[in-house]
């Protein structure tokens, strides 16, 4: 039996004996095993070399995909659209890497027929030319970046700096901005939002869209600005320019702790905006006698003429607006109108009315009018830093 003892690296083969039985090797011997053992190991390195020599330099590309929304799934169709074109290609080889849940991007890719990886299992083998990653929410690892010739862009909803963070959309809407836009980055380890800049595009936000109008419409913008970068991606990379520091902002994912609206200290607009942010994915909230209600079909600010005596209602105060069918609200600066609210079922504001406000339920059961309020909700601590950041 042979009997190695060895240490090797790529440089070098050091050795202290080489037996068969009692004899030792001879020194023509020993320098045949070193050779053959650098050719192999010159082979895989010459090998890596030519890999790196042979990236691309120009269109079609292959793109690994990251992604697992609506917004995701938006930038997801106009790179499997570019493929599927004959002329102008920039997408040669496509396949998608989202988490293991039946959500829009894997739908899509199934539906599409594109290869789908189960995160965090990612098998590139340095197929690939550059990442793509929208709406991802899990950071990738610099070893995994750096798998990619061209990296990882990032397709961002937002002007960045401002709105870092997983919510852009949210906290645009909630913040009352009037521009928006979207971002194509370059990714960088261990933080999100924070790499170089590629290309921007800009958009007017029209008054009163909500935040799911907006995430439509930067969806599409995404998809397309992502297929505009890559037309001329090394040009976009040797131009590229860093974040500035200034005018950074950060946008956390929306909680519930967001929808109680504080009546003494918002005011219609921010009632508003809160309602256009996050309303169609968590409804807001007040508590009533005690209990928490839910204020739905916001109708927002009113207008209607009230007595002296209603414009000086405390914040809280409910008033029935027959005419229009709506509860109105008082809040710091107004009223604000909701059309139905959920009490252990769904209550019509005229069904609310006739069962908790009427001057006969009133009388029955000897309420007063001061006790019906819609109250502010007493916020904990963790709640009040939720809150506070909401407001930034």
């Avoid at 060895?6 to 004996?17: G, Q």
Wanted: glycine share 6%; with cysteine.
């Amino acid at each position: 039996m042979w009997n190695l003892m060895k240490c090797a690296r790529p440089d070098a083969f050091m050795y202290r004996s080489f037996t068969r039985g009692d004899c030792t090797l001879s020194r023509c011997s020993l320098l045949w095993v070193r050779s053959v053992f650098l050719a192999h190991t010159n082979r895989e390195y010459t090998s890596a070399s030519v890999t790196h020599i042979q990236v691309r330099k120009t269109p079609p590309w292959r793109i690994l995909f990251f992604g697992t929304d609506h917004f995701a799934e938006e930038s997801l169709n106009f790179l499997h659209s570019s493929r599927q074109k004959s002329s102008e290609r920039i997408v040669e080889l496509l396949e998608v890497v989202t988490l293991p849940k039946d959500i829009p991007v894997r739908r899509f890719a199934l539906q599409n027929n594109i290869y789908v990886h189960n995160w965090p299992n990612v098998n590139s083998h340095n197929r690939f030319d550059v990442g793509v990653v929208v709406s991802f929410g899990c950071l990738l690892k610099e070893d995994l970046i750096r798998q990619f010739p061209y990296g990882i862009l990032n397709v961002h909803p937002s002007l960045l700096p401002r709105w870092r963070g997983p919510a852009p959309i949210f906290h645009t809407v909630l913040h009352g901005d009037t521009i928006s836009g979207v971002t194509i980055m370059q990714i960088r380890p261990k933080r999100f939002d924070v790499g170089p800049i590629l290309n921007q595009c800009l958009y007017q936000i029209p008054e009163n869209s909500t935040a799911d109008q907006l995430g439509q419409t930067l969806g599409n913008m995404g998809g397309q600005l992502l297929i505009e970068t890559l037309k001329t991606l090394p040009e976009r990379i040797a131009n590229r320019r860093e974040q500035s520091k200034y005018g950074v902002t950060f946008a956390p994912k929306i909680n519930t702790a967001m929808s109680w609206i504080q009546w003494e200290a918002q005011t219609c607009d921010e009632i508003g905006r809160l309602f256009r942010a996050i309303g169609s994915r968590i409804p807001l909230r007040t508590i009533w006698k005690g209990e928490p209600i839910k204020l739905l079909d916001f109708a927002g600010k009113s207008n209607v003429s009230l007595s002296d005596q209603e414009r000086k209602s405390i914040p809280g105060s409910i008033y029935y607006q027959k005419e229009i069918d709506t509860l109105l609200v008082r809040c710091k600066d107004g009223w604000v109108g909701f059309k139905a609210v959920m009490l252990k079922k769904r209550l019509s504001a005229s069904d609310f009315y006739n069962g908790y406000l009427h001057s006969f339920f009133l009388k029955k059961f000897s309420q007063q009018q001061q006790e019906c309020l819609f109250e502010s909700k007493k916020m904990k601590c963790k709640e009040c830093v939720a809150t506070q950041t909401a407001k930034m």
